[in-house]
């Protein structure tokens, strides 16, 4: 299925549900205690482009057999998952208050059987891209037309097996198979160039047969249109390289790697909220 044109007025819409998933993230990581701000907030445009505008699917029906597949390999940035998803229907939004509780179905890191709609297990960094190509070439012996999406973080660019896994796909020439890195630049201990470079990033993609796409992750529009060029694309698969801003939203959490792995306090979420309405504020009124 081709990816529709973005229209202005869905470009408006998407950027509000996009600022709209950031509080929720915030919100959730309060109430949890615990866990993941940077990636999740950075990550908000991207998921929402996917859950709202470029994925075949369904949240009334998340086993359906023709579904787009959307693997996360850095499980560690689940809230945004969960929330978009929540948003889109696939679980009530109340739930979003029990993420990393005993018995709840939101774990820290996603678990497949927990949650409807999961494709996989992820939390161990590395392993998300080769899940995902096992996915797209079942996909191709089965003769099926469904898209496969993998989303990966830089920092787990460092695991040999995220390599091993771009050889294999570049071999197999998986054109159904489209990898996006959040290339936010950050992770636990620092920045990744400074922990293990990894530029130059898209020379070593292309050198194991891939298409390489640069964009700017906190571009709604612009990420939709890497993705349909991407669909166009029938001998090789193709990574989208998504420039993201750790934080985005929140300007005392932007690029600043401390927030990699660490929720805000009751005082630290109050001024985050104040911020991401007023901006939520701003897109209105700019648009009516």
């Not at 991207?46 to 709202?52: C, G, K, L, V």
């Not at 080769?130 to 990966?152: C, E, W």
């Not at 959040?182 to 194991?208: A, C, H, W």
């Amino acid at each position: 299925m081709d990816i529709p044109a973005l229209l202005d007025d869905q470009l408006v819409y998407l950027q509000l549900k996009a600022n709209e998933a950031r509080e929720l993230v915030i919100e959730t990581l309060l109430e949890a205690g615990s866990g993941h701000s940077a990636g999740p907030l950075g990550m908000a445009d991207i998921f929402i482009a996917f859950y709202y505008h470029i994925l075949n699917h369904d949240p009334k029906n998340p086993g359906w057999e023709d579904r787009d597949r959307l693997v996360l390999s850095n499980g560690h940035i689940c809230p945004i998952r969960y929330v978009t998803m929540a948003m889109r229907g696939y679980f009530p939004v109340e739930e979003l208050k029990t993420l990393r509780k005993i018995n709840s179905r939101l774990q820290g890191h996603p678990h497949r059987t927990s949650l409807p709609g999961l494709e996989t297990t992820s939390g161990p960094l590395g392993e998300g891209l080769s899940q995902g190509i096992g996915i797209a070439l079942a996909a191709r012996l089965n003769k099926k037309n469904y898209q496969t999406y993998v989303i990966a973080s830089d920092g787990e660019h460092q695991e040999g097996n995220t390599w091993e896994a771009a050889m294999f796909a570049g071999k197999e020439k998986l054109n159904n198979l489209t990898l996006v890195i959040d290339r936010n630049n950050i992770q636990i201990d620092g920045f990744t160039e400074n922990v293990m470079p990894l530029e130059p990033l898209k020379d070593k993609y292309q050198s194991f047969g891939w298409e390489v796409l640069d964009v700017d992750g906190n571009n709604i529009r612009e990420f939709v249109e890497a993705i349909s060029k991407a669909r166009s694309i029938f001998e090789k698969p193709v990574c989208i390289i998504a420039h993201t801003i750790p934080g985005k939203g929140v300007s005392f959490m932007e690029r600043d790697f401390t927030w990699h792995g660490k929720p805000p306090n009751k005082e630290e979420a109050e001024k985050a909220l104040k911020e991401l309405r007023t901006l939520q504020g701003r897109i209105k009124s700019e648009h009516e």
